[in-house]
């Protein structure tokens, strides 16, 4: 499906901001905890997944869903420089569904995307918890972010509380020109963006995650001071 036209008018100081264009490098480190085993991140600018397995509980990732000759312990993916601002209508209704690895909006630099898939490989039901987590920002690019985390089909857009203490929503008077309202899910706080937990994962299923990362161009702290920042952002799954 195609993307969605940009839509109009735009605040006078989000036009300027979009077309003027500000750097924001999305680091997005990815690890997965498997009974409390400690694990490690490198790579600072790209989106690592890793793995620590054990005798009893395992979990294999693979960026093309294929578990028989691609499946690994560790995935690297590049972040992306130079985003410009964005609205929930610029991303593709399907973005969960075109493909596997990076797939954000290379040519706009809209957002960031990126899909792939998490296999139960022990030989027990397992459940898992997730926790997504703020290491570093730079010129406070967190207010104007918006994370959204697929998971199987399910979407959640998680958004940083507003000046207000309040949580971010777009389907109760809705800013002038945006035709797609999305309400959001607050970050837990400044640095703990969501916790989810799965109490069954059965042996051999497959989860796919789809990660997508943009600057929503409505937000009231999406302008031009925050040009030339940049945030860091961990994923952590933990089996048990």
Not at 10 to 23: G, T
Not at 159 to 180: H, L
């Amino acid at each position: 499906m195609a993307v969605k036209k940009l839509l109009k008018p735009w605040p006078r100081r989000l036009l300027l901001l979009r077309i003027s264009k500000f750097a924001i490098a999305i680091t997005l480190a990815l690890s997965i905890i498997v009974v409390g085993l400690s694990i490690y991140m490198n790579n600072v600018g790209n989106f690592i997944i890793s793995v620590e397995k054990t005798e009893r509980l395992a979990i294999s990732l693979s960026e093309n869903n294929d578990f028989v000759s691609n499946a690994t312990s560790i995935l690297y993916a590049k972040g992306m420089t130079d985003i410009t601002n964005a609205t929930y209508a610029n991303i593709p209704d399907d973005i969960d569904k075109t493909g596997f690895g990076l797939h954000g909006d290379t040519q706009n630099r809209r957002y960031w995307a990126y899909t792939f898939a998490l296999k139960n490989t022990s030989p027990i039901d397992i459940s898992y918890s997730m926790t997504m987590t703020i290491n570093q920002v730079y010129k406070n690019v967190d207010g104007a972010l918006r994370v959204m985390l697929i998971r199987d089909g399910e979407r959640t857009i998680y958004a940083k509380r507003d000046a207000q203490g309040n949580p971010v929503s777009y389907t109760e008077n809705p800013p002038i020109g945006m035709k797609v309202l999305y309400d959001t899910e607050p970050f837990v706080d400044d640095r703990l963006i969501c916790t989810t937990f799965t109490p069954v994962l059965k042996e051999s299923q497959t989860v796919i995650y789809t990660v997508v990362m943009w600057l929503e161009g409505f937000d009231e702290d999406c302008v031009d001071d925050i040009k030339g920042g940049a945030i860091r952002i961990t994923m952590n799954f933990k089996a048990s």
